[in-house]
């Protein structure tokens, strides 16, 4: 079942104490990309019970993020399925996390097969060295991972970006490699928001900025769904999807995106008008 707003306030402030215990205890050993976490015990028995989760060679999941990433606030993340997206089988529903972050569930993702491929592109606050993990669920329940280590931080705290506020819910998409008409076709969808965390100081009044951020995107094509995302504030600011999809017929791509304060905003594009 998604991940609602509610739920992620009790797993974030249930994980305080860890990070607490963790910031005291020097080096951490657990750094191997495929490692367990305190964070990580206690979320998977919260969200996926003691249901096993195919990791490794067995998983059909695969992270790629970079080691020492260069800026904590604008971490790249991409995921990659080693299955076709069909009707027969298909991966219904992606988490991902970062165990260390103070709302550590970053985004949870229901999936279509309508997407031909389900592999992803954005961008991730990390607030301290952490490992990201990805779960994907099969449509028969299978739960397949796969985690990455990171050496980075401050991503959580780090100045906004105040360039573009005037723009703020502006949702645009484009095609990367263009269209392919019955194949899969890359996408984006991006919008221009602050994504305040709420551990932001403003340089000026010395306060901290309260969180505004991003919570849902939705997504489809010729009125048919291709995604829907729960997101929070661990999505990187001005926060961006790259998708696929399969032009079968001529239509839409849609966005509608609604944000903590309830603001609703709006995207589309015609990809066979597309340049």
Known sequence: MPIRPARRRLLALALWPF??????????SN?????SSKQWEHLRSQLFGTRPIASG?????????????AYGASVPVKIITRVPQTPERYLKRLTLLVDKNPSPIAATLDLTPALGQADFETRLRVDEYS?????????????????????????????????????????QFRLPEGLHPGAVTPAEVSVVHP?????????????????????RVQVAYADQRLFDAETDFSVSENPSWRFNF???????????????????FTGSLDPWAAP
Do not use: W
């Not at 990070?19 to 951490?28: I, N, Y």
């Not at 060679?57 to 080691?67: C, E, Y």
């Not at 994504?195 to 306060?207: C, I, P, R, W």
């Open 19 to 28: 990070a607490a215990r963790a910031a005291e205890g020097g080096l951490p």
């Open 31 to 35: 750094v191997g990309h495929g490692d």
């Open 57 to 69: 060679a067995d998983s059909v999941m695969q992270l790629v993020v970079p080691l020492r990433a």
């Open 131 to 171: 490992h990201l993990r990805v779960i994907g669920e099969l449509d028969n329940g299978a739960l397949h991972m796969d985690s990455r280590y990171v050496k980075v931080s401050g991503g959580c705290s780090a100045p906004p970006n105040r360039s573009a506020l005037h723009q703020i819910g502006k949702t």
């Open 195 to 215: 994504n305040d965390t709420g551990f932001e100081l403003n340089q000026v009044s010395l306060m901290y900025i309260p969180p505004h951020f991003v919570r």
């Open 246 to 264: 399969v032009p079968r017929e001529r239509g839409l791509l849609t966005a509608e995106v609604e944000d903590t304060k309830d603001g609703r």
